[in-house]
């Protein structure tokens, strides 16, 4: 379970409605061809890839069902922070984050959807140079994943 002390405070993660919601309000960002994948999917993407800055996003979201008593952004990278201080770096906080979000029953099918679409990518492409492309992309994911594991 993923757990941020904030000002002598625990503060549990909970990835459910008001996670998806402040997700997609603040951090559903265009990709380069104007695509919008959803706040969720920004999220778990920019984990997968040891994005840090994306560790803020994750707890703004998932601290978002405390309402009003919500820490502020400030307030929880001042948390990050620490912990990071803490644990000498980012890899407990991101596979903690992520996993929470991989293993949370309210996103627990829209990451399986995401894992099993990811497959058709090992296999397809125009010619062969676009499918070595995409192979090695999926390996490169497949990697990643495996990492958050560990």
């Given amino acids: 379970m993923a757990i941020l002390n904030i000002k002598d405070t625990e503060h549990k993660a909970k990835c459910a409605f008001k996670f998806d919601k402040w997700a997609d309000e603040k951090y559903n960002d265009e990709d380069k061809k104007g695509n919008k994948a959803g706040g969720f999917m920004n999220i778990y993407n920019n984990l997968l890839e040891f994005e840090t800055k ?14 009003k008593g919500k820490p502020s952004l400030s307030e929880i990278e001042d948390a990050i922070e620490e912990r990071i201080e803490e644990d000498g770096d ?3 906080l991101i596979k903690e984050a992520f996993n929470e979000l991989t293993d949370s029953g309210f996103f627990k099918m829209k990451a399986k959807k995401y894992w099993k679409n990811l497959e058709i990518l090992k296999d397809t492409g125009k010619d062969d140079e676009e499918k070595a492309e995409n192979l090695k992309m999926y390996n490169m994911i497949q990697e990643s994943r495996n990492a958050m594991k560990e």
């Fill in 54 to 67: 994306y560790l803020v996003a994750f707890w703004d979201c998932a601290l978002a069902y405390l309402g």
């Fill in 90 to 92: 980012t890899e407990k």
